[in-house]
């Protein structure tokens, strides 16, 4: 079963850096990417979207 995930920041680099660490994983796939989590995670509400968040 592969992980489907939405990848939300707004740093440029620290998004890449997520999304080559997520894509290497053999389970795992990016299948969105936006720039400000805050404003898009309510659009994609959905069962399966679980939201992680690096901010302390």
């Not at 990848?7 to 990417?33: C, N, P």
């Amino acid at each position: 079963m592969t992980i489907r995930v939405l990848l939300a920041d707004d740093q440029a680099l620290l998004a890449g850096t997520f999304q080559v660490l997520i894509d290497t994983g053999d389970d795992l796939e990016v299948v969105a990417t936006e720039g400000d989590g805050e404003t898009q995670f309510p659009v994609r509400r959905s069962p399966e979207v679980h939201r992680c968040s690096s901010e302390g």
